[in-house]
C-alpha cells in the first residue's frame, strides 16, 4: 500500500510554527516580517498565486504588500518598485510573480531584486550559491520537495534520483540541492528533458522520481520503476472526461501509478502548499538575518 505524501499537513504544520516564531521575534525584537509581492498584468493564474500568497502571509502575522501594476507598465516603472523596496527597511522579502509580460526582461528584474531580499531564490547570486553549496535563499518548490523527501523518505544517499524537467525554478535547483555531498542528500542524479528520445529508459532506473514537466499525466506505469518514490511536481487543469468539470492533476497519471509505488505526492495537496510554506520561511530568515549574516 503506498504512502500518500501529505504536502498539506506537513505545510500547515510548519506555517503553525512559523506563526510562533513570529510572535516571538515581535516581542523580543520589535521585528515583524514583511514581504513585497508584484504583480504586473492580468494572467489569472499568476492573481490566484499572489492572492493566496498574500494571504498566507496575513495568517501568520507578516506584513505584506500587494502591487498590482497594468500589463502596459514600462521595465523601468517595475525597476523603481524594487529599488524602493530595496531601500525599505521594513520589506525583508520581495517577490516578482513570474511570468512578466514579454516586454519586460525577467532576467533584468530579478537581478535588480537585493539578494538578501530574493526570498524566491531566483537571484544569480542564490542560484550560485545553491550550486556551491554555500547558503543561501533556495528557491520555494525545490526547498519543499526537500522536506518531504526529508520527513517520508529519510537520507537520500547513493539513491538514484531522476527528475524530469529542467527549468530554473524547479528542476535545476533541486537536482543541484539533492547532489550536494550533505547528509540529507549526497543522491546520484540524472536531469531528464525534451532531448531525450523516450524517457522510460531513465525513469524506471529512479529510486525517486521527481516530474516537472507541465504535461498533464505524462508518467504512466511504464515509467516507474516498482517501490519507487514519486514527487508530481505538475500542477495542469483538465476538463474530466468523466464529470465534464474542471479539474487540477499533476504530470503523473496518479491512478495508474500509484499500484507501483511505495510513496507518491497527490495532485493537489502534495508539492502545492509546500511551496507558499517555504516562501513565507524564506521571508522570516530574511527578516532575521539567518542566511546572510557573513
Ligand atoms: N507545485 C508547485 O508549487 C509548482 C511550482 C512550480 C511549477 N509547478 C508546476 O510544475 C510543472 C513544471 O513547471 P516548470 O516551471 O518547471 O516547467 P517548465 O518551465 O515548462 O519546464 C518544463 C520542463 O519539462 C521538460 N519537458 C516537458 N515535456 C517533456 C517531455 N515530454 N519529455 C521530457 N521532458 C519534458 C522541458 O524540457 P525542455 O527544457 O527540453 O523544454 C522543461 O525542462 C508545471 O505543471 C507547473 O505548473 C508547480
Known amino acids: 500500500m503506498a504512502v500518500l505524501i501529505d504536502g498539506k499537513a506537513v505545510a500547515a504544520e510548519l506555517r503553525a510554527q512559523l506563526r510562533e516564531a513570529v510572535q516571538q521575534l515581535w516581542q523580543e525584537r520589535g521585528i515583524r516580517p514583511g514581504l513585497a509581492l508584484l504583480l504586473v498584468g492580468d494572467n489569472p493564474a499568476s492573481q490566484v498565486y499572489v492572492r493566496s500568497k498574500a494571504r498566507a502571509c496575513q495568517e501568520v502575522g507578516f506584513v505584506s ?4 501594476l497594468p500589463a502596459t507598465s514600462s521595465q523601468d516603472h517595475v525597476l523603481d518598485y524594487i529599488r524602493r523596496w530595496n531601500a525599505d527597511p521594513a520589506i525583508h522579502g520581495i517577490l516578482v510573480q513570474l511570468p512578466l ?3 519586460i526582461d525577467e532576467h533584468a528584474v530579478l537581478l535588480a531584486i537585493d539578494p538578501r531580499k530574493d ?3 531566483f537571484h544569480p547570486e542564490n542560484m550560485g550559491r545553491l550550486v556551491l553549496g554555500l547558503p543561501g535563499f533556495v528557491p520555494c518548490t525545490p526547498a519543499g520537495i526537500l522536506e518531504l523527501l526529508r ?3 529519510g537520507p537520500l544517499a547513493g539513491k538514484h534520483v531522476v527528475v524530469v524537467g529542467r527549468s530554473n525554478i524547479v528542476g535545476k535547483p533541486v537536482a543541484n540541492l539533492l547532489l550536494q555531498k550533505t547528509p540529507t542528500a549526497n543522491a546520484v ?4 528533458h ?3 528520445a523516450d524517457l522510460v529508459p531513465f525513469t524506471r532506473q529512479a529510486d525517486v522520481l521527481i516530474v516537472a514537466m507541465g504535461v498533464a499525466r505524462a508518467i504512466r506505469a511504464e515509467h516507474v520503476k516498482e517501490g519507487a518514490v514519486v514527487i508530481d511536481v505538475g500542477i495542469n487543469r483538465i476538463v474530466d472526461p468523466e464529470t465534464g468539470k474542471e479539474r487540477l492533476v499533476g504530470d503523473v497519471h496518479f491512478e495508474e501509478v500509484l499500484p507501483k509505488v511505495s510513496a507518491i505526492t497527490p495532485v493537489p495537496g502534495g508539492v502545492g502548499p509546500m511551496t507558499i510554506a517555504m516562501l513565507l520561511w524564506n521571508t522570516y530568515r530574511a527578516a532575521t538575518g539567518q ?3 557573513r
Open 291 to 293: 542566511i546572510w549574516n
Open 101 to 103: 509580460p514579454r516586454h
Open 119 to 121: 526570498v524566491d531564490g
Open 194 to 196: 525534451t532531448g531525450a
Open 151 to 153: 520527513r517520508y523518505v
Open 65 to 68: 504588500i500587494v502591487e498590482h
Open 189 to 192: 542524479v540524472t536531469v531528464c
